[in-house]
């Protein structure tokens, strides 16, 4: 039967699931927490230097949380403790993502449920484009650096609801159709 117990025999939490549980527990505003391995992000991480805005209207919420800047936990280690979780949620402290360094990210966003899934989501798909921005940038023998304080700040604030509603309908029309 579909949806029943029985479907998840062999199932158990997942090794990381204090993840969620500290980031939770520590930001109370947070409804939702992505914890994801990019392999973009995770090389990005290995260069040792911060993720910069390189673009501005291509992505402006990327560049914005760029510009604030975007922590680093310098752990590669498996979250699997509560002390483990603590070191992350502190480098996390009160911005929307943490990039593990070696390891992957996380994203925590507030709010209703179902806007903050897709927020948190789409956070972590902008840190991951960053990264690959960078990486390619790296990988044509350029060097990443920022836009201009003055271009930064003419970017215009569209609003979360059409950053997160226009990029949410977005990634949905690039999943595979299934019959």
């Known amino acids: 039967m579909a949806g029943s117990v029985g479907e998840l025999s062999g199932w158990t939490a997942p090794n990381e699931l204090v993840i969620h549980r ?13 914890h ?29 949380m760029a510009a604030d800047g975007i922590p680093m936990w310098d752990r590669s280690a498996l979250i699997t403790t509560d002390d483990l979780a603590a070191g992350m949620t502190d480098a996390l402290a009160d911005r929307p993502v943490v990039i593990l360094r070696g390891h992957g990210l996380v994203s925590v966003a507030g709010g209703d449920p179902v806007t903050a899934v897709r927020t948190a989501v789409l956070q972590a798909v902008a840190v991951d484009t960053l990264a690959r921005m960078t990486l390619a940038v790296r990988q044509a023998g350029g060097t990443p650096r920022p ?6 700040a003419a970017l215009p604030d569209l609003g979360g609801g059409f950053n997160v509603e226009t990029m949410w309908r977005h990634l949905l029309t690039r999943l595979p159709r299934r019959v």
Not at 147 to 152: C, E, P
């Open 22 to 34: 500290a980031v939770l527990h520590r930001r109370p505003e947070a409804t939702a927490v992505v």
């Open 36 to 64: 994801a391995h990019p392999p973009a992000v995770v090389a990005a991480s290995l260069l040792d230097e911060p993720l910069v805005p390189i673009y501005g209207a291509y992505d402006i919420p990327g560049a914005r």
């Open 147 to 152: 836009i201009s304080d003055d271009d930064l």
